[in-house]
């Protein structure tokens, strides 16, 4: 049985069900129950009572695209989101979120100590979004780097984007500041803009600052 965290599962010998909010390894879980009591058990030992309907992570689609118009064609908006489960605060759920034109083509990998998984591979249509990633936020400083790569598509008359690559290990700093609403997720967190355009630099300034330097 595939068990993932947020997932509210049922004791098949006790009475008493809550929600995963630790994979603790392969075989045993953390279970928190209606009184807040993390209880470690052995994954074997639960049963599934509902979780998240499952998403279509088909990496190809067939299916034609809708071009926006040109005109209103929008360039920009990659996000990396960051939101508490609905029935457990200790969870944490990450999301790509696209509010671009473009269709994505996103991956998303975990790297910790030489080791690679690969979580997430799937078409992100404009104005949706995909979860690719839970994590224990109790367990923040244990989090994998996270590596992201988009590739941009449009059936439009637009040159796409060039590749995005995205690297990072989350600390508890970059979630320390205050959440913000996220339409497309119906709900407030953590976003990590991954379009951020490239600073421009005033050729003028820079030679008069190394002037005044000197």
């Given at each position: 049985?595939?068990?993932?965290?947020?997932?509210?599962?049922?004791?098949?010998?006790?009475?008493?069900?809550g929600?995963?909010?630790?994979?603790?390894?392969?075989?045993?879980i953390?279970?928190?129950?209606?009184?807040?009591?993390?209880?470690?058990?052995?994954?074997?030992?639960?049963?599934?009572?509902?979780g998240?309907?499952?998403?279509d992570?088909?990496?190809?689609?067939?299916?034609?695209?809708a071009?926006?118009?040109?005109?209103?064609?929008?360039?920009e908006?990659?996000?990396?989101?960051?939101?508490?489960?609905?029935?457990?605060?200790?969870?944490?759920h990450?999301?790509?979120?696209?509010?671009?034109?473009?269709?994505?083509?996103?991956?998303?990998?975990?790297?910790?100590?030489?080791?690679?998984?690969?979580?997430?591979?799937?078409?992100?249509?404009?104005?949706?979004?995909?979860?690719?990633?839970?994590?224990?936020?109790?367990?923040?400083?244990?989090?994998?780097?996270?590596?992201i790569?988009?590739?941009?598509?449009?059936?439009?008359?637009?040159?796409?984007?060039?590749?995005?690559?995205y690297?990072?290990?989350?600390?508890?700093?970059d979630?320390s500041?205050a959440?913000?609403?996220?339409?497309?997720?119906?709900?407030?967190?953590?976003?990590?803009?991954?379009?951020?355009?490239?600073?421009?630099?005033?050729?003028?300034?820079?030679?008069?600052?190394?002037?005044?330097?000197?």
């Open positions: 049985m595939n068990l993932n965290l947020g997932d509210f599962v049922r004791f098949v010998d006790e009475n008493i069900e929600y995963i909010t630790k994979i603790i390894d392969k075989d045993t953390g279970v928190t129950d209606s009184n807040d009591f993390e209880i470690p058990v052995q994954a074997s030992k639960v049963t599934l009572v509902h998240d309907i499952p998403e992570n088909a990496v190809v689609s067939n299916r034609p695209q071009a926006a118009p040109v005109a209103e064609f929008k360039k908006g990659v996000y990396l989101a960051v939101i508490t489960d609905q029935h457990s605060a200790a969870v944490a990450f999301h790509l979120v696209n509010e671009t034109s473009f269709q994505l083509l996103g991956s998303f990998t975990t790297a910790k100590s030489g080791h690679f998984k690969g979580e997430f591979a799937a078409l992100i249509a404009p104005g949706t979004t995909k979860k690719v990633f839970s994590a224990n936020l109790g367990d923040i400083q244990l989090w994998p780097e996270f590596r790569d988009i590739l941009f598509s449009t059936a439009a008359d637009i040159e796409p984007l060039p590749a995005l690559h690297k990072q290990q989350l600390r508890g700093k979630l500041v959440k913000v609403d996220i339409p497309l997720l119906k709900q407030k967190g953590w976003q990590i803009r991954l379009d951020e355009p490239a600073p421009l630099i005033d050729a003028q300034l820079l030679k008069e600052s190394f002037f005044k330097a000197r």
